[in-house]
């Protein structure tokens, strides 16, 4: 059963940065595509980023030029680097494949506050 540990996060002001990193306790990354979701409080959990095995990414809008996605095939650990990061970023951030289909981690908390 692959298990995934996300890890990472933390209280930041607006404007700040965070790097997130998840590790998954099988092979992954060069079979499935990976992703980044998040849950805000009394909110869906909604897809954040994505990367294909081969490399290409993709973004929500809300994130697009503040937010990388990457892969560390070597370390089975997929990154997210979040910059210029705002209130409205605070969630829990979990790791998984775009369309889950793993059992979800315990998450990592992302506190946007002054």
């Known amino acids: 059963q692959v298990q995934l540990v996300e890890s990472g996060g933390g209280l930041v002001q607006p404007g700040g940065s965070l790097r997130l990193s998840c590790a998954a306790s099988?092979?992954?990354?060069?079979?499935?595509?990976m992703a980044w979701h998040r849950q805000a409080p009394a909110k869906q959990r909604e897809l954040v980023a994505s990367?294909?095995?081969?490399?290409?990414?993709n973004y929500a809008e809300s994130v697009k030029g503040r937010f990388t996605i990457s892969t560390d095939n070597a370390k089975n650990t997929v990154y997210l680097q979040m910059n210029s990061l705002k209130p409205e970023d605070t969630a829990v951030y979990y790791c998984?494949?775009?369309?889950?289909?793993?059992?979800w981690g315990q998450g990592t908390q992302v506190t946007v506050s002054s």
């Open positions: 998984n494949t775009p369309n889950p289909i793993f059992h």
């Open positions: 990367i294909t095995s081969g490399g290409g990414t």
């Open positions: 099988g092979r992954l990354f060069s079979i499935y595509n």
